[in-house]
C-alpha cells in the first residue's frame, strides 16, 4: 500500500457513527428465513439427500450467498431480499410432496400440541440418549454468525459495503458492532458445555481448570501477537482507536477462558447468570457514569509512549463488557444445551458409551481453543465406563440447573420458552437502557457499555429463537428417537452440510478468511472497485472458504490449533 492509499483505507472505517438497529435487524433476519427455506427443501422434497453438486450450490446460495447479498447489494432494501426467499418457499410447498415428507398439517399439530405422531416416535426413557443432544438450530445460530463474520471482514474494505454497516468510532450501533459482540455471546454457549460435562462426570479441580483454560488459551494468544506483528510489519490499515496499538480481538478471546475458569465455583452457585450479567454491566456503567474521567480517558485521551494502558485502554476496559457478555452466553448455553426433558433428565442418562459431541459431532473449534470441549470429545473418541454414574449422587446434578433464573413448571423446560423469555426481558432491558425513561445511554462497542451489553444479549437470544422455531415447526421430531443411532440421523438430516463444514473446521476457516482478506487487500485497491468487480471477488471469496469446509468435511477432517 502506497502512504496516500492507506491513508485513505483508514479514513474509511474512522470517525463512523452508525445506522439504525431496525435496520440491523432487518438485515439479519435474512438467515433465520435462509434456514427455513433450506428446511422446507429439505422436509418437502429430501432435496439435500442425497448431497448432489447441486445439493451443495443450493445449500451454499442459501446460506452464504443470502447473507453477502443482504449485507451489500440488497443493504438497502433487505425487504426484497426477504421476498425473494420467500417466494420459492411457497413454489416448494404448493409442489406435490416427496415420499416420506412431513405435511404440514402434522407439522403444525406437533408444534401445537395436537395428535398424529408416527409410529415408533414416542419419547424413550432417556437412558440410551444422550443428555446434551446435538441441537441443529444451534450449529445453524452459530453458523451464520461464523459466516457473516467472514464476510464483513473483507466486505467493509469494499465500497458496495454500506459505511453504517462498519464498526463505529465511539458510540452507534452498527452491523459489525453487533457481530463482535455475538462472537463473544456464541463463544459463551460453548463454554457452558464444559460446565455441564463436568457436572455429569464428577467436578474438576480448580488446579486442572486453569490448567485446560490456559492450554486452549495459548493458541488465541499466538494468533493475537501474530496479527499485531503482521500489520505492522507490512503496515497494514489498521483502526487504532478499534481496540488500541497493541491489542486485538484475539487478546480478548484468549482471557475469556482462564477468566471464568477462576470464577467458575461461583458462577455454578448462582441462582442466575443473566442476572449477573446485568449486575455487572450496571456496575462497570456506574463506574463510568461517576468517573466522568474514566470516560474521557476510554475515548479522548492521549495515547503516551510508553505508557501500555493509555495506548491500548480500549482493549483492557472493553473486556469488562465482553466479559459479561460471555457469561451471559455460558446462561443461555447451560440451558439450551440440554435435553428438552429438562435438568432433571441429567440424572437418568448414563455418562458411559458412545457420547455425541453435543455442538459438533466432530470437532467444536471455539469450545476448543476456550475449554469448552475436553480431549475425548474433539478427538471424537469415545468415553466409556464399566457403571453409569448413580443418579442419586449430589456431584452428578447440576447445582444450578436454572442458571439464567427461570422458573419452570414441573420438571420439564422448553427451549423456545426459555429463549421467548429472556428475549423479553433483554428486550425490555434494552429498552430501558437506552430509551428516554432510563438513563438514556447511547451504545457504544469501543467500551462495551450497558446499553451495547442488553442490545448484543437481546439481538443473538432473539435470533436463537428465530432459529428453533424453524427447527421445531420443520423438524419436530429430532429429539423423539428411541436410540443415539436413530436422533444422529435425524440430526444430520436437519443440518445444513455448510453450517456443519462452518463449525467443524471454523477457526482454521476464520484464520484463512483473515489471511485471504489481507491478501486481496494488498493485492487489490479494494476500495477504489466498482460494485461489480467487488461482487465477483466478495462471492469467489466465499465460495473459496465454503469449499476449503466441505472439502475438509467430505474428508473427516479436523484442523486443531
Not at 87 to 107: N, R
Not at 188 to 208: C, D, N, P, V, Y
Not at 307 to 335: C, H, K, P
Not at 472 to 493: G, L
Request: proline residues 5%; charged residues 15%.
Amino acid at each position: 500500500m502506497t502512504p496516500e492509499y492507506k491513508a485513505e483505507k483508514e479514513a474509511s472505517v474512522s470517525f463512523l457513527q452508525g445506522g439504525g438497529i431496525w435496520e440491523i435487524n432487518f438485515v439479519t433476519v435474512i438467515a433465520p428465513v435462509a434456514a427455513l427455506l433450506w428446511a422446507i427443501f429439505q422436509t418437502r422434497q429430501s432435496f439435500f439427500k442425497p448431497y448432489t453438486v447441486s445439493a451443495g450450490l443450493l445449500d451454499f446460495l442459501l446460506h452464504c450467498g443470502a447473507i453477502l447479498f443482504a449485507t451489500t447489494v440488497y443493504a438497502n432494501g433487505p425487504q426484497i431480499l426477504l421476498g425473494l426467499l420467500f417466494l420459492p418457499a411457497v413454489a416448494v410447498l404448493l409442489q406435490p410432496k416427496a415420499g416420506g415428507a412431513a405435511q404440514p398439517t402434522k407439522i403444525l399439530n406437533r408444534f401445537t400440541g395436537g395428535n398424529g405422531k408416527p409410529a415408533g416416535d414416542e419419547q424413550s426413557s432417556g437412558v440410551d440418549l444422550d443428555p446434551l443432544p446435538v441441537k441443529p438450530y444451534i450449529t445453524t445460530y452459530r453458523g451464520a454468525m461464523m459466516i457473516i463474520t467472514c464476510t464483513s471482514i473483507l466486505a467493509v474494505d469494499f465500497q458496495v459495503f454500506p459505511r453504517r454497516f462498519a464498526k463505529t468510532e465511539a458510540f452507534g450501533t452498527s452491523l459489525m458492532d453487533m457481530g463482535v459482540g455475538s462472537f463473544v455471546f456464541a463463544a459463551g454457549i460453548i463454554a457452558a458445555r464444559q460446565t455441564l460435562k463436568e457436572e455429569l462426570s464428577g467436578s474438576m479441580s480448580m488446579a486442572s481448570r486453569l490448567k485446560n483454560a490456559f492450554r486452549h488459551a495459548l493458541p488465541l494468544a499466538a494468533l493475537g501477537f501474530v496479527r499485531f506483528w503482521s500489520v505492522k510489519g507490512l503496515e497494514y490499515a489498521e483502526h487504532v482507536s478499534e481496540y488500541g496499538v497493541h491489542w486485538n480481538f484475539f487478546f480478548t478471546l484468549a482471557l475469556l477462558g482462564p477468566v471464568t475458569a477462576i470464577l467458575q465455583p461461583l458462577l455454578r452457585r448462582l441462582p442466575s447468570l443473566g442476572a449477573l450479567t446485568f449486575f455487572m454491566a450496571c456496575a462497570y456503567e456506574c463506574a463510568l457514569y461517576f468517573t466522568p474521567d474514566l470516560k474521557v480517558y476510554i475515548i479522548l485521551s492521549e495515547r503516551k509512549s510508553g505508557d501500555w494502558l493509555s495506548q491500548n485502554r480500549e482493549g483492557v476496559f472493553s473486556f469488562i463488557g465482553y466479559l459479561a457478555i460471555f457469561i451471559a452466553g455460558m446462561g443461555t448455553g447451560r440451558t439450551i444445551l440440554s435435553r428438552d426433558s429438562g435438568p432433571e433428565f441429567l440424572s437418568d442418562v448414563k455418562v458411559g458409551g458412545e457420547q455425541a459431541d453435543p455442538l459438533d459431532e466432530d470437532e467444536d473449534w471455539l469450545a476448543d481453543v476456550l475449554g469448552g470441549s475436553d480431549q475425548n470429545a474433539v478427538t471424537g473418541a469415545t468415553e466409556s465406563t464399566d457403571t453409569a454414574p448413580a443418579p442419586a449422587a449430589p456431584q452428578m446434578m447440576p447445582p444450578n440447573p436454572d442458571p439464567m433464573g427461570l422458573i419452570w413448571i414441573g420438571k420439564s423446560k422448553d427451549d423456545t420458552i426459555f429463549l421467548a423469555k429472556w428475549t423479553a426481558i433483554w428486550f425490555i432491558l434494552c429498552g430501558w437502557a437506552m430509551w428516554r425513561y432510563g438513563p438514556h445511554l447511547f451504545v457504544s462497542r469501543r467500551m462495551a457499555n450497558l446499553s451495547y451489553i442488553v442490545w448484543v444479549c437481546c439481538f443473538n437470544t432473539a435470533q436463537l429463537l428465530l432459529f428453533n422455531v424453524v427447527e421445531r415447526v420443520m423438524f419436530p421430531n429430532v429429539y423423539k428417537a428411541k436410540d443415539r443411532a436413530t436422533e444422529k440421523q435425524r440430526i444430520r438430516d436437519a443440518t445444513s452440510r455448510v453450517m456443519h463444514a462452518f463449525n467443524r473446521n471454523g477457526l482454521a476457516l476464520f484464520l484463512l478468511a483473515n489471511l485471504l482478506t489481507g491478501a486481496i487487500n494488498m493485492g487489490f485497491q479494494t476500495w477504489h472497485m466498482d460494485d461489480v468487480s467487488a461482487m465477483v471477488v466478495l462471492v469467489s471469496y466465499i465460495a473459496a472458504l465454503c469449499g476449503v469446509g466441505l472439502l475438509l468435511d467430505h474428508y473427516d477432517v479436523s484442523i486443531k490449533l
